[in-house]
């Protein structure tokens, strides 16, 4: 699959096309440990929200993190952030709800890097939310729990860094922000979030479009 350069303004474009006449689009934005979906997420609602006929949310999959007094008693703890550290069933659940979009209001869970645990009814979506932007690294995953939160997401797509080895150091850094030592920033950006990224990279064919920051 081509991969083509992050343009914002074309892909507000794009979601305003997949938006229209409907009463909510769900867009995902999936990637690797690193790739800066969260970026792209909160740019692209930014974008979305300067319309003064847009409303636009992000709902990140990382609020499904299981909380680390539950993956402690096994060795998930040493894995966090692999596919079965999450809770798939809850976010394919959520993206039901929101999807059909005959609530009010919907309350989903936020992963909060300062106590590394979710954080349950953080973001509010308000029924006119006409856009929800979900990002994470198992979108686009094969297994049936990950599939079924697929079913609500209208499109998908797939985020490469400039190269894996700026990925890298970005994640890194990241770790040391949120209190990190160096030594523990690096061994966990190479260890576990490194094989993750691997399995997510199988994962790009599924996209419905591949994207690459130009430049970081």
Same mark, same amino acid.
Not at 4 to 25: E, M, S, W, Y
Not at 99 to 120: C, F, G, L, S
Not at 149 to 166: C, N, Q
């Given at each position: 699959?081509?991969?083509?350069?992050?343009?914002?303004? &074309?892909? &507000?474009?794009?979601?305003?096309?997949?938006?229209?006449?409907?009463?909510?689009?769900?867009?995902?934005?999936?990637?690797? @440990?690193?790739?800066?979906?969260?970026?792209?997420?909160?740019?692209?609602?930014?974008?979305?929200?300067?319309? =003064?006929?847009?409303?636009?949310?992000?709902? @990140?999959?990382?609020?499904?993190?299981?909380?680390?007094?539950?993956?402690?008693?096994?060795?998930?703890?040493?894995?966090?952030?692999?596919?079965?550290?999450?809770?798939?069933?809850?976010?394919?659940?959520?993206?039901?709800?929101?999807?059909?979009?005959?609530?009010?209001?919907?309350?989903?869970?936020?992963?909060?890097?300062?106590?590394?645990?979710?954080?349950?009814?953080?973001?509010?979506?308000?029924?006119?939310?006409?856009?929800?932007?979900?990002?994470?690294?198992?979108?686009?995953?094969?297994?049936?729990?990950?599939?079924?939160?697929?079913?609500?997401?209208?499109?998908?797509?797939?985020?490469? =860094?400039?190269?894996?080895?700026?990925?890298?150091?970005?994640?890194?850094?990241?770790?040391?922000?949120?209190?990190?030592?160096?030594?523990?920033?690096?061994?966990?950006?190479?260890?576990?979030?490194?094989?993750? &990224?691997?399995?997510?990279?199988?994962?790009?064919?599924?996209?419905?479009?591949?994207?690459?920051?130009?430049?970081?």
């Amino acid at each position: 699959m081509d991969t083509v350069d992050v343009d914002l303004g &074309a892909l &507000a474009g794009r979601v305003r096309t997949l938006a229209a006449g409907r009463p909510r689009v769900v867009v995902g934005v999936c990637g690797a @440990p690193g790739a800066g979906k969260s970026t792209l997420a909160a740019e692209l609602v930014a974008r979305l929200n300067a319309d =003064a006929s847009g409303s636009a949310v992000v709902v @990140p999959m990382d609020g499904f993190h299981l909380a680390k007094s539950v993956i402690a008693v096994d060795d998930r703890a040493g894995r966090r952030g692999a596919p079965d550290t999450f809770d798939p069933d809850g976010y394919a659940a959520l993206l039901r709800r929101l999807r059909a979009n005959t609530e009010p209001m919907v309350y989903a869970p936020e992963y909060r890097r300062e106590i590394e645990d979710p954080v349950a009814g953080a973001i509010a979506i308000p029924r006119s939310a006409a856009v929800v932007v979900t990002e994470g690294n198992y979108l686009l995953h094969p297994d049936p729990p990950w599939r079924a939160a697929r079913a609500s997401i209208d499109e998908v797509w797939f985020l490469e =860094a400039p190269s894996d080895e700026l990925r890298v150091e970005r994640l890194i850094a990241r770790h040391e922000r949120f209190g990190k030592s160096a030594a523990h920033a690096r061994r966990h950006a190479l260890g576990s979030d490194e094989a993750n &990224a691997r399995l997510v990279s199988g994962h790009r064919e599924r996209a419905d479009l591949v994207l690459r920051w130009p430049h970081w």
